[in-house]
């Protein structure tokens, strides 16, 4: 179905649609060779659908984009971990109770002193 799932993008490349090149913003690039802007593709499809499909389309865009941005905040935290010396979220799982000091233990033991 799909002879190739690669393709090459020269420097000179233009989108279809607005002919600007295309390295310059976040592209797609079609098996069939056609390349366009993210946005550009986005406007002319967005502007072919009822109000309906946009409304849920544009609905769409919000969710993914606070998935994004979730992520990154996530990924920021990890990368500011990792560059402390902090071993944080680790650490709680390294901390373990002498034998003799768990509830349970502590219990058994005062059973057998009786």
């Known amino acids: 179905m799909?002879?190739?799932r690669y393709?090459?993008?020269?420097?000179?490349?233009?989108?279809?649609?607005?002919?600007?090149?295309?390295l310059t913003r976040q592209f797609y690039l079609f098996?069939?060779?056609h390349c366009f802007h993210a946005d550009c593709?986005?406007?002319?499809?967005l502007n072919n659908m009822s109000l309906a499909q946009r409304a849920r389309v544009m609905?769409?865009?919000?969710r993914l984009q606070q998935e994004v941005r979730?992520?990154?905040r996530s990924h920021a935290l990890l990368q500011r971990a990792a560059r402390s010396d902090a071993v944080w979220p680790f650490r709680a799982l390294d901390r373990r109770r002498p034998s003799g000091?768990?509830?349970a233990a502590r219990a058994r033991r005062a059973r057998k002193t009786r």
């Open 59 to 62: 609905d769409l865009q919000q």
């Open 101 to 103: 000091s768990r509830p």
């Open 31 to 33: 098996s069939c060779q």
């Open 41 to 45: 593709l986005t406007s002319e499809v």
């Open 7 to 22: 393709g090459f993008i020269g420097a000179s490349d233009k989108c279809r649609l607005c002919s600007f090149p295309l």
């Open 2 to 4: 799909f002879p190739r």
């Open 70 to 72: 979730s992520t990154e």
